[in-house]
């Protein structure tokens, strides 16, 4: 039996009404897997293989219940998605805003599954998080926060069960107070988080590693091409972890920088970021608007986006769908040929048929990201194993996963007149193991 895209996309939309995000993801992958599944493991489809990877293994929803400081009783809402585990424990970020849905948890989830694979390292997919806000919340907030909340998820997690991390909102401060209060409830030391401190379990180079990482993956885009950063200007949005890193490593390479962003704006400095500006950048926190007041060179727009400036690469490294067809539109007329995604889906699917369209180098996040979850996996194997390895050791392994990403991405998106679709590429040569994985373990 051959599987049909239109009718599947229906079947998912009927199963997961309002469910936009969820949706989007299914799609970006199932458009490459389809025909792919229908050529080469036909039999897949009897065993309903995809119908199957749409569905999540458990979806665990709790209250976080916590008083504020001013002792009033404040109420979250808290999530786990158990997305898959055919290859490895489940592994994924939590992310703590606002925004947060099951919706949204659920397509980072089915994209860790597929990012996780392409790491090469025995993880499963999950993810979680809460509508907690951490904006302007004190210290003691957020621990009290953190402690009600793991105090419902260490029933769920563990280290060969399910291995969560941080993502937007979650930093090592909450990895922390998450840690310690998991750690106190099961009198347990053990790797059941990622991001930890390097004094307490902790790997070197997993703050910096999806943004290493993604500028390690256009480095490889662009030596596929025999060309170099040199002489590229760079557009990034987002100023957290993963642009800031992105940048650093960036400027390292020999690009040069010209925007960073946050929910207030885009920063734009036409002379570039140097190593001392970014330092700047990072004391100032959410503040990045005051740049302007030390380096006269810089303006910060409240009505404009990185994508509005001329530059050679962007790398959208914010939050999802944060790049329209709108923005690719302007970037390709303004001359841009690559882009990187350092955030999850930041690019929505009608950018993504304007950039293939245009013939830009585009890098989906779930390549392109990996990164970070990858240095998560060797946090994993540190721990296992009762070591720390030096910055040197883990940035070497990053470097060596990120090319063998690159590799996949080649080996699976290659089209007839050479150019790398590496959607396709990732969406491929992420799901053979776990296909492969599902079919042998039986109906599970
Ligand atoms: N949240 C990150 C991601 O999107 C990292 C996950 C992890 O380290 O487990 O991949």
Not at 38 to 58: A, G
Not at 83 to 108: C, D, E, H, Q, W
Request: hydrophobic share 35%.
């Amino acid at each position: 039996m051959s599987l049909n895209f239109k009718n599947f996309i229906k079947y998912v939309t009927d199963k997961n009404p309002n469910e936009p995000e969820f949706l989007q993801a299914v799609a970006e992958v199932t458009e490459d897997l389809i025909p792919y599944i229908n050529e080469k493991h036909p039999t897949w489809n009897d065993l309903k293989i995809l119908e199957r990877i749409v569905e999540p293994e458990r979806v665990i929803s709790f209250r976080v219940t916590w008083l504020d400081d001013k002792n009033v009783v404040q109420v979250n809402r808290g999530y786990r998605v158990q997305m898959n585990s055919a290859i490895g424990p489940y592994k994924g970020g939590l992310r703590f805003s606002p925004t947060v849905n099951l919706s949204i948890l659920k397509f980072l989830a089915f994209e860790q599954v597929f990012k996780n694979s392409l790491t090469g390292i025995p993880l499963g997919g999950g993810k979680g998080g809460s509508d907690f806000d951490p904006k302007g919340k004190s210290d003691n907030e957020i621990m009290r926060f953190c402690q009600s909340f793991m105090t419902e998820l260490f029933r769920h997690v563990g280290p060969e069960t399910d291995v969560p991390a941080g993502d937007i909102g979650v930093g090592e401060r909450e990895v922390g107070y998450m840690f310690g209060q998991y750690k106190r409830i099961q009198n347990h030391f053990a790797g059941v988080l990622t991001g930890k401190g390097p004094n307490w379990g902790g790997s070197y180079i997993r703050p910096e590693a999806t943004g290493y990482g993604l500028l390690y993956f256009v480095q490889c885009i662009l030596e596929n091409l025999d060309e170099d950063f040199s002489g590229k200007t760079i557009a990034i949005s987002g100023a957290g972890n993963v642009a800031y890193y992105a940048a650093e490593k960036a400027v390292n390479l020999g690009g040069k920088v010209i925007t960073l962003s946050n929910s207030s704006g885009c920063l734009h400095d036409p002379e570039g970021f140097s190593l001392e500006k970014l330092h700047h950048v990072a004391s100032l926190g959410r503040e990045l608007a005051k740049y302007t007041e030390t380096y006269k060179s810089g303006q910060f727009f409240t009505d404009k986006k990185p994508w509005d400036f001329a530059c050679d690469i962007a790398l959208p490294c914010a939050t999802q769908n944060e790049l329209d067809e709108q923005d690719a539109k302007t970037l390709v007329k303004n001359g841009c040929r690559f882009v990187a995604e350092g955030a999850n889906m930041p690019s929505t699917m009608e950018a993504i048929k304007y950039f293939h369209k245009s013939k830009v180098h585009f890098a989906p996040g779930k390549a392109a990201n990996a990164g970070g979850v990858a240095v998560s996996g060797l946090e994993m194997s540190q721990n296992w194993i009762g070591q720390q390895w030096t910055s040197e050791k883990v940035d070497g392994r990053l470097k060596g996963i990120m090319e063998n990403i690159h590799k996949t991405c080649v080996k699976y998106g290659k089209e007839e007149d050479g150019h790398i679709n590496y959607l396709k590429g990732a969406n491929i040569g992420g799901f053979i193991k776990v296909g492969s994985a599902m079919k042998a373990q039986g109906l599970v």
